[in-house]
């Protein structure tokens, strides 16, 4: 199985632009728990845990195999949306500011 290429595949059929989806996808995983329209479980294996990534708006169920599949995807999340060098997290802080400003 080539994680990268599921990973890759998962994340464009999300097609989500907004930043507070994209802090949500980020911090579901991160944090292996439910936010907002994500959900990341895990589930022990005789060689440590496989997580388990889910939203709401889409039915395939994104499986990681390893914690070494979820920093995969944690990287190529922050690669496909976060465009300025910024952590996620840095670009939420400065994007919600932006907006308020508004």
Same mark, same amino acid.
């Given at each position: 199985?080539?994680?990268?290429?599921?990973?890759?595949s998962?994340?464009?059929y999300l097609e989500i632009d907004d930043f507070?989806?994209?802090y949500c996808l980020y911090r579901a995983l991160n944090d292996?728990?439910?936010?907002?329209?994500f959900e990341c479980s895990s589930k022990p294996t005789s060689y440590g845990k496989q997580f388990f990534?889910?939203?709401d708006f889409i039915e395939e169920l994104l499986r990681l195999p390893? @914690? %070494?599949?979820?920093?995969l995807c944690l990287e190529k999340i922050q690669q496909k949306f976060v465009k300025n060098g910024m952590t996620?997290?840095?670009w939420y802080i400065y994007e919600r500011g932006m907006r @308020? %400003?508004?």
């Open positions: 199985m080539d994680n990268s290429k599921d990973i890759d998962w994340l464009s507070e989806e994209v292996v728990d439910k936010f907002g329209l990534l889910k939203c390893s @914690e %070494k599949a979820r920093q996620v997290e840095g @308020e %400003k508004d």
